[in-house]
Nanobody, 122 residues
Framework: QVRLVESGGRLVQAGDSLRLSCAASGRSFSAYAMGWFRQAPGREREFVAAISWSGLRTDYADSVKGRFTISRDGAKNTADLRMNSLKPEDTAVYYC???????????????WGQGTQVTVSS
């Protein structure tokens, strides 16, 4: 299994940009698809974005498409989420996740990080 640690969450204003980073440790990081999910207070955890092990395929939730960009760096074992034009409704705890494939990570996650809080003020 891969161990995941998120960082970068903080308080920002609406319209700001923010980059979240997920550092992975353990074997076979390059074999995993990586994803980001989020959970707002009182709501269920939801899918945000995913990237294939090769980095060639990505998937985004409709609510973030065009504003968020997921990327990965195999040399550093990191998966980042670049968030632009942030809105108050983006406020949530953001979780990094590892799974078998982009096509399945929305339903099946092998490893979760502990989460990082993003708060967007209006």
């Amino acid at each position: 299994q891969v161990r995941l640690v998120e960082s970068g969450g903080r308080l920002v204003q609406a319209g700001d940009s923010l980059r979240l980073s997920c550092a992975a440790s353990g074997r076979s990081f390059s074999a995993y698809a990586m994803g980001w999910f989020r959970q707002a207070p009182g709501r269920e955890r939801e899918f945000v974005a995913a990237i294939s092990w090769s980095g060639l395929r990505t998937d985004y939730a409709d609510s973030v498409k065009g504003r968020f960009t997921i990327s990965r760096d195999g040399a550093k074992n990191t998966a980042d989420l670049r968030m632009n034009s942030l809105k108050p409704e983006d406020t949530a705890v953001y979780y990094c996740a590892a799974g078998s494939a982009v096509s399945t990570i929305r339903e099946t996650v092998d490893s979760w990080g502990q989460g990082t809080q993003v708060t967007v003020s209006s």
